[in-house]
T-cell receptor, first 114, second 114 residues
Framework: GENVEQHPSTLSVQEGDSAVIKCTYS??????FPWYKQELGKGPQLIID?????GEKKDQRIAVTLNKTAKHFSLHITETQPEDSAVYFC?????????????FGGGTRVLVKP | DTGVSQDPRHKITKRGQNVTFRCDPI?????LYWYRQTLGQGPEFLTY????????KSRLLSDRFSAERPKGSFSTLEIQRTEQGDSAMYLC????????????FGPGTRLTVT
C-alpha cells in the first residue's frame, strides 16, 4: 500500500516569513496529492491539491510543488500570518484501482509567532 | 452551509457499551469515507461506500465495527463492545466519484471510552 512520510513534525516561524513542509510517497501510480489544514477540535480542511500532470500550483499565499520522478511534493506558505497556525497534513491515494482512499502523512504542527 | 455533518460531536461511553455515529455527506456526493484519527496522528482509512455499496474495508476495521449507508445517503458507524483503544476522533468525508477525488471532511465525532 501507499506510504507517506512528512517532515518536519513541528515548524515555528516568525509572522511574515515562509513555511515549507515536505512529503514523500511510495506508490508511483499515485496521481493526486491534497493538503489539509486542521485546527484544534475541527475536521481537516482541504486547502490545495495538485494533480500529477502539473508540477506546481499556486493559490494566493499557498503553493504546492510536485516532483513525480523523486516521488515528493511540498507545501509552501508565504507571508505567514497567525491564523496559519494549525496542523497540516499531506496525503496521497494509491492507484485508482484502490478506490482513492487517502493515506496521510504524520502531520506538521505550524506555529506562527506574531 | 451544506458541508459534511456528523453527529454526535462528542461521545463518552463505558467500556463494553455499543455506540453509533452518523454522517451526512454533501448532498450530491456519492462516495463516503470513514477515517479514524488518534491524538498526534494523521487520519487512517477505515472504510468507504460508493452509493449504498461498501467497497473496501481496512484491516483496522475489526468485526466489532460495522458501517452502513442505506439508500446511498447518510451513513452510520457502529462500534460494539467498545474498548479503551477505540478512543479516537472518527471522521467522515465525502466526494464525487470523479477522476480527481477531492474529499471533504466533517467535524468528526470524538469518542472517549472510560
Amino acid at each position: 500500500g501507499e506510504n507517506v512520510e512528512q517532515h518536519p513534525s513541528t515548524l515555528s516561524v516568525q509572522e511574515g516569513d515562509s513555511a515549507v513542509i515536505k512529503c514523500t510517497y511510495s506508490d508511483s501510480a499515485s496521481n493526486y496529492f491534497p493538503w489539509y489544514k486542521q485546527e484544534l477540535g475541527k475536521g481537516p480542511q482541504l486547502i490545495i491539491d495538485i494533480r500529477s500532470n502539473v508540477g506546481e500550483k499556486k493559490d494566493q499565499r499557498i503553493a504546492v510543488t510536485l516532483n513525480k520522478t523523486a516521488k515528493h511534493f511540498s507545501l509552501h506558505i508565504t507571508e505567514t500570518q497567525p491564523e496559519d497556525s494549525a496542523v497540516y497534513f499531506c496525503a496521497a491515494p494509491p492507484s485508482k484501482a484502490a478506490g482513492n482512499k487517502l493515506t496521510f502523512g504524520g502531520g506538521t504542527r505550524v506555529l506562527v509567532k506574531p | 452551509d451544506t458541508g459534511v455533518s456528523q453527529d454526535p460531536r462528542h461521545k463518552i461511553t463505558k467500556r463494553g457499551q455499543n455506540v453509533t455515529f452518523r454522517c451526512d455527506p454533501i448532498s450530491e456526493h456519492n462516495r463516503l469515507y470513514w477515517y479514524r484519527q488518534t491524538l498526534g496522528q494523521g487520519p487512517e482509512f477505515l472504510t468507504y461506500f460508493q452509493n449504498e455499496a461498501q467497497l473496501e474495508k481496512s484491516r483496522l476495521l475489526s468485526d466489532r465495527f460495522s458501517a452502513e449507508r442505506p439508500k446511498g445517503s447518510f451513513s452510520t458507524l457502529e462500534i460494539q463492545r467498545t474498548e479503551q483503544g477505540d478512543s479516537a476522533m472518527y471522521l467522515c468525508a465525502s466526494s464525487l466519484a470523479a477522476s480527481w477525488d477531492e474529499q471533504y471532511f466533517g467535524p468528526g465525532t470524538r469518542l472517549t471510552v472510560t
